[in-house]
Structures are given as C-alpha cells and as structure tokens.
T-cell receptor, first 109, second 115 residues
Framework: DAKTTQPPSMDCAEGRAANLPCNHS???????VYWYRQIHSQGPQYIIHGLKNNETNEMASLIITEDRKSSTLILPHATLRDTAVYYC??????????FGTGTRLQVFP | GAVVSQHPSWVICKSGTSVKIECRSLDFQATTMFWYRQFPKQSLMLMATSNEGSKATYEQGVEKDKFLINHASLTLSTLTVTSAHPEDSSFYIC???????????FGPGTRLLVL
C-alpha cells in the first residue's frame, strides 16, 4: 500500500508557483520523501528528495514539516511543460519505489 | 543524468504470441532493474525486481511464468510477455537505480497492444 496521500488534481496558472501537498503521517525515521513526475505517455522523471531538511534544486523545492508527516513540492514558476502527474513516494534509500495515485497538475495559460 | 532505454517503444501483436521488451542502462551498470506496468489513467504498478545473475523477484499477484524476466548482463534486462492476451495490453516501464542508489532512472516505456 502507498504510504502517502495526495490530492487527485490541481490547477495552476502559467508563471505562478505550483504547491503540491503530500501527507505521509506514518513515515518512519529512516524513510526519505521522493518526488517524481510523469508527463503523458513517458517514463517517470525524478524531481527531488529529502529526509528532514528542506531541499532545492534546479527543478523544484521540497519543504518537509518538522514532524515529517507532510511535505510540499514547490515549482516556483510553473510552465505548460510542467503539466504532469506528480507522485510523492516514501521509501528507504534502497527500497523499491511504490507509486500511489499522484496529483494531476494542469498548468493553464 | 543516467539514461535508460527501452526497445521497442511500441509493439502490436496477435493474441497467443510472445513479446520481448528490452531495458538497457546506457551509461551505467545496474545489478538491479525494476519492471512496472501501467494501465490507462492508472498509476504504475511494480511487477518485479530483476537481479543480474539470479532469479527475478515478483510482486504478489504477478505470474512469473507469464512474465519472464532475464537480467543477463549489468546493462540489460528483458521482460518477455508469454502467450500474450488482450488484457496484457499496457504500458510497460523499466527503471534502474543510479550509482548512488538514491534515485531511479526510468526508461521511456513500451506500449504493448495485443489484438
């Protein structure tokens, strides 16, 4: 069973920040939070991951709450090409990836 | 970043035939690869873990005799769908962990249509 809960869909205006929430209330101490996205008819793409500190890379920022029970993926300036299904996954580093239902983000002009 | 390729990208076959899908890590070695299946409008479902030089590990409910996996080298894993039927039509995706094992790199997927 997936260990995360995400809203099924979200909309975002082009150029605005997209904030995608994820609940993982049963996360254990050695589990990381990973984010992947899947653009239609393509393989998933790694975005970012973190353990407890906030993380930022060229694609996005990951904000993890202090109790680690939830996190938010932030796309600072969404573009039409960011339209995809975004998956939040909790795993230990060597575990296989188990995908939940994800959030379908629609970026509109 | 690391690249994973799949071949073919799409295939159409008749019911009862077998189809082989290849997954290659192009610029790194992978002792483990993963195979997923995805039906329309659904999430990815992990089918099995492919282990180089040993037997694959299948997830619960996945028929190992139906979906044959061979991981003969450090850069190649194959999935053979034996005696394919229309209900096997799906999007098959493989992945391989990067050198740090922190991330997984996914192939572009293979779309199978069984008539």
């Amino acid at each position: 069973d997936a260990k995360t809960t995400q809203p099924p869909s979200m909309d975002c205006a082009e150029g605005r920040a997209a904030n995608l929430p994820c609940n993982h209330s049963t996360i254990s101490g050695n589990e990381y939070v990973y984010w992947y996205r899947q653009i239609h008819s393509q393989g998933p793409q790694y975005i970012i991951h973190g353990l407890k500190n906030n993380e930022t890379n060229e694609m996005a920022s990951l904000i993890i709450t202090e109790d680690r029970k939830s996190s938010t993926l932030i796309l600072p300036h969404a573009t039409l090409r960011d339209t995809a299904v975004y998956y939040c996954i909790v795993r230990q580093n060597t575990d296989k990836l188990i995908f939940g239902t994800g959030t379908r983000l629609q970026v509109f002009p | 970043g690391a690249v994973v390729s799949q071949h073919p990208s799409w295939v159409i076959c008749k019911s009862g035939t077998s189809v082989k899908i290849e997954c290659r890590s192009l610029d790194f070695q992978a002792t483990t690869m993963f195979w997923y299946r995805q039906f329309p409008k659904q999430s990815l479902m992990l089918m099995a873990t492919s282990n180089e030089g040993s037997k694959a590990t299948y997830e619960q409910g996945v028929e190992k005799d139906k979906f044959l996996i061979n991981h003969a080298s450090l850069t190649l894993s194959t999935l053979t769908v034996t005696s394919a039927h229309p209900e096997d039509s799906s999007f098959y995706i493989c992945s391989a962990p990067g050198t740090a094992s922190e991330t997984q790199y996914f192939g572009p997927g293979t779309r199978l249509l069984v008539l």
